[in-house]
Structure formats: C-alpha cells, structure tokens
C-alpha cells in the first residue's frame, strides 16, 4: 500500500507558478498521474491523502498513512524561492537537522501550512524513547535512504535535479517511524522552465512514469531481499 500526499489544498495553495497556477493543483495533477502509473503495474494499492482540493492537516496525514499501514509515503510538492534562475527536483527524507538552511527554510514554510487552513501551530513531535520503536526508527531511516537514492537514480535521465538533489529537513509529513517517508519537490514554480514543465501535461506522464518505474524497483529489491538476507545498510 502506497501513500500518495498532494501537498497543500483548499485554503492552502501552496507557492503560486510564474505561469499563474498553484501548487496545490499542480501537485494534485501530478499526484493523480503517479496513482494511475502505480495502479496499471497491478501490484499496488494506492491511498491518496487528499484527491480533491481540499485542506488536509499535515499531522492528519501522516496518522491516515499510519492507520492504513502503508508501506511507502511519497509526498509531492513544488518549491518556489526568491532567486528565479535557482531550478531542479530535490528528493528530501526527514530529520530533525536540516541539511543547509535553504532546506531549513523551507521545511518551516511547507510546516506552515497549517496555519494557512486557520490551525494552531505545535504537533509537537513525541519523543521516542522506547527502544523497539528507536529500532524501527533506525529500520525505516535505511530504507527511506534506500529509497530516495533509487529514486534519484531513476528520474535523473528523465528530469532535471538542484544542485544538491538529495537533501534533509524537518518536514512535518515526514515523521512516521515505521514508514519510508520521502518528500519530493519537483521543481521551482519560481523558475519559468521548471514552471512550464511542471504544468505540461507530457512532463507529468514521463515523470510520472519514470518515479512508478523506481517504485517498482525499490519494491522488487525488498521482496527479493526478504527471501535473502535481512536489510543491510
Ligand atoms: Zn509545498
């Protein structure tokens, strides 16, 4: 069972595309093409944290992907920043330090969507001391590292990365610790090549494409792996 997480929606449109749209419908339509692409392989279920343009707590969409068990969360969004010649994907995994401050950044920006849906702050974080669950912590970090560098490796013939392609933050969606959890940024809606690509239809299919192929990839090594021998670093 994927998670698909269409960032943002309703009274949260996310960064607003020098072309005009907004995240939150960019990232809808992307995420909708990935459900289609993962559902033709016949090998997955897909449950999307919000299919319509609505407004969706980021904490709440994290306890959905737990209650259901999922064994991927994949969230899309599409960065904006003040510089318009910066462009390129970024795959961030979660951590309580940020790798440089742009990361930092914008990890609180995308944690601010609460606010934008008239939520208070907090959700703190439960510290996690029990040690079965630092286990599995530990578990889920590996494979979320696994799986951000095989993502990496499948898309970057087929779009164009940042500088720094892999990169860690405090991402709120990010949290789960017993799911591989990754946070996609495709691109910069404040660079107009990335804005254009990003709402062409023919991007999101090839990408689309491109990311269930890494999917699949990362499923059948850990389907094979099982068989074998135990998850090693
Ligand atoms: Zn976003």
Do not use: C
């Amino acid at each position: 069972l994927i998670v698909l997480d269409a960032g943002h929606g309703g009274l949260d449109p996310g960064a607003r595309a020098t072309t005009g749209e907004y995240e939150k419908d960019i990232v809808l339509a992307f995420s909708e093409q990935l459900r289609e692409a993962l559902l033709a392989s016949g090998r997955y279920r897909i449950q999307m944290t919000r299919d319509r343009d609505v407004f969706v707590p980021l904490d709440e969409r994290v306890r959905r992907a737990r209650a259901a068990s999922a064994d991927l969360f994949v969230s899309i969004h599409a960065d904006s920043i003040s510089r318009p010649s910066i462009a390129g994907a970024t795959i961030y995994t979660g951590s309580e330090r940020a790798t440089d401050g742009e990361s930092a950044d914008l990890a609180a920006r995308e944690n601010a969507a609460d606010a934008a849906g008239g939520l208070a702050g907090g959700g703190e974080r439960n510290v996690v001391t029990d040690i079965l669950q630092d286990l599995t912590l530990r578990e889920t970090r590996k494979l979320t590292n696994r799986f951000a560098t095989q993502l990496h490796g499948g898309l970057k013939r087929s779009i164009r990365f940042s500088a720094q392609p892999l990169r860690e933050a405090a991402f709120r969606v990010l949290r789960a610790p017993d799911i591989p959890s990754v946070l996609v940024e495709l691109g910069y809606l404040s660079n107009h090549r990335d804005a254009g690509l990003l709402t062409s239809e023919d991007w999101r299919r090839r990408t689309s494409n491109a990311m269930a192929n890494a999917i699949d990839r990362f499923f059948a090594a850990r389907v094979a792996g099982r068989s074998a021998a135990p998850v090693s670093p």
